[in-house]
């Protein structure tokens, strides 16, 4: 079966967001004040060919924890979905 997983990787919140403070800043540039405390992070999209959800589940967890987020500085989170 095929997967796709949408994975979200974000910095961890106890941690300096140098992109995200620049991007806060220039939008009060811009005279958009309203908006603040923006974090950015990556957004991954990847298809799965395993023989269940669970074994697809896995398979994304254990790309998360060894190549794809830093667990030192980052979180992750993602779905499963049947493709």
């Known amino acids: 079966m095929k997967f796709r997983a949408e994975i979200d990787v974000m910095p961890h919140k106890a941690l300096l967001d140098p ?15 309203a908006i603040d405390n923006v974090r950015i992070g990556k957004h991954i999209t990847l298809e799965v ?15 998360c924890k060894k190549l794809l987020a830093n667990p030192i500085m980052e979180g992750y989170e993602f779905e499963l979905f049947e493709a």
Do not use: R
Request: charged share 30%; aromatic share 0%; glycine share 4%.
């Open 49 to 63: 060919d395993a023989d269940s959800k669970d074994a697809a589940n896995e398979m994304v967890d254990t790309a």
């Open 19 to 33: 992109q995200g403070k620049t991007v806060t800043h220039s939008l009060k540039n811009i005279d958009l004040s």
